[in-house]
């Protein structure tokens, strides 16, 4: 089997990874992957972006690519797969309809509703003037979120009406996230603690992966601005038998029943951005149609089953004769990033220390990166996912930060508590 991944992060360097390691695959082909891709065994990278759709297919044929795997949302939610399909090329991913659950949020609210899935309350406004009104209204805090796909960042959380007003100008007025923030939707503040469940669907098949639990904040203790993610440990402990039983009966399966049933069969990963509250009730505060980044890191490094025999039993429609085996330790990824992510970051940054990391269970996953005259340097915000494997959280985190610590650049960052809620258990 030849398999092409699209995408360049952290997450599709752990999917390229991965997948080079099934005894089925023959090839691994990311486009247009980063520096650590570049140098994987049986993985090679396509100089091809990953919203150039027309030069993907071209290649997908030149290199007689049996499985396409799709890492980034921006491309499922413009209709990736669908484009695929036409070709005869087979995609792992959502087709355009339902991939709507990431690209719109008034999307996803609607449908949430109209299946009776556990969610915040909700508006969606495109005119600033009603949005302003509403939150005259409303208690605070109010969580604000720009529509459409916005890298993780379209979300501004208001602790007070003054923040949320201009949260309103910031979206609707001076379009920060441009086209995204043409509507607004506005939700009430859920408390309790976020977790990330992440499942394989085909139609009403669902097989849940290895529960997770990321860190959006930039800062520890979860303060500072949102971000596209600073690290993550899977299992998340929160998450016990009769929780896993609910989420499963309460969100899951009426999610991918009620796609089916509205004519928009799911076929991928659907990740499901969860809010468990005090009585240990589960409420969906997003949905994603792809696998998380920093999470897919953590999970492939416990996952001992064949992904792509994963991936072609959803295609065939016989993911449920597919069992998934875990490693039963702990993984946690620990982030870093460029000075001054999540704004505005330097690139072209030499990294030392890659080199010196020999152990099976450590894995520094790239992310923005790329090679420039033999080196590897710095190429985007969420630069590196240090991941390791530990029979306690503490000692997985132990082993993450040792590393983190091996490895520099100028102004290279991250945040020094990833793990922390596991650990306060």
């Known amino acids: 089997m030849r398999v092409l991944v699209i ?19 023959e090839r691994v082909f990311v486009a247009p992957g ?55 090329l087979p995609c792992f991913g959502p087709s355009a309809g339902p991939a709507q659950l990431e690209g719109s ?23 600033p003037e009603s949005a302003r009104q509403y939150i005259k209204s409303q208690d605070v805090p109010l969580v604000l979120k720009a529509d459409g796909l916005a890298a993780g960042k379209g979300v501004i959380i208001a602790n007070d009406r003054g923040q949320a007003l201009a949260a309103v100008d910031e979206i609707l007025v001076d379009q920060r996230f441009g086209g995204a923030g043409r509507c607004l939707v506005i939700e009430d503040f859920l408390e309790g603690e976020e977790i990330s469940f992440i499942c ?9 992966l290895a529960t997770s639990q990321d860190h959006k904040a930039r800062e520890a203790g979860d303060r500072g601005p949102n971000t596209g993610g600073m690290g993550a440990y899977s299992p998340a402990p929160r998450v016990d038998a009769e929780l896993h039983r609910r989420i499963m009966d309460e969100v899951i ?45 953590p999970i492939l490094m416990r996952m001992r089953s064949d992904l792509a025999g994963l991936c072609q039993a959803a295609l065939d429609g016989e993911l449920d004769r597919f069992r998934i085996e875990w490693d039963p330790r702990f993984a946690l990824g620990v982030v870093m990033v460029a000075d001054g992510y999540p704004g505005e970051y330097p690139r072209g940054d030499k990294i030392s220390g890659l080199q010196d990391i020999m152990s099976d269970n450590i894995k520094v996953f790239h992310a923005g990166t790329r090679q420039e005259s033999g080196q590897t340097v710095t190429d985007g915000g969420r630069v590196l996912c240090v991941t390791a494997l530990g029979a306690t959280v503490d000692a997985a985190q132990q082993a993450a930060y040792g590393t983190v610590s091996t490895i520099h650049w100028p102004g290279a960052g991250w945040r020094p508590d990833i793990g922390w809620r596991a650990l306060n258990r």
């Open 200 to 208: 394989v669907a085909s139609g009403t098949q669902v097989v849940p």
């Open 34 to 88: 980063n520096a650590g891709t570049a140098t994987e065994p049986g993985v090679e990278n396509l100089p091809i972006l990953a919203d150039d759709t027309d030069a993907l297919i071209l290649a997908a044929r030149d290199h007689q690519v049996n499985l396409t795997v799709v890492g980034p949302e921006a491309p499922l939610v413009n209709g990736i797969v669908d484009r695929f399909q036409s070709a005869g």
């Open 7 to 25: 995408g360049n992060g952290g997450r599709e360097h752990a999917l390229a990874w991965k997948l080079a390691d099934s005894r089925d695959v």
């Open 105 to 127: 949020k008034s999307f996803t609210k609607a449908f949430l509703d109209r299946h009776k899935i556990p969610t915040a309350s909700w508006q969606a406004f495109t005119d």
């Open 253 to 297: 399966h009426p999610t991918v029943r009620g796609l089916a049933e509205e004519g928009m069969p799911y076929l991928g990963f659907l990740y499901a951005g969860l809010m468990i509250d005090t009585q240990g009730n589960p409420r969906v505060l997003e949905y994603n149609c792809r696998f998380g980044d920093p999470e897919t890191q």
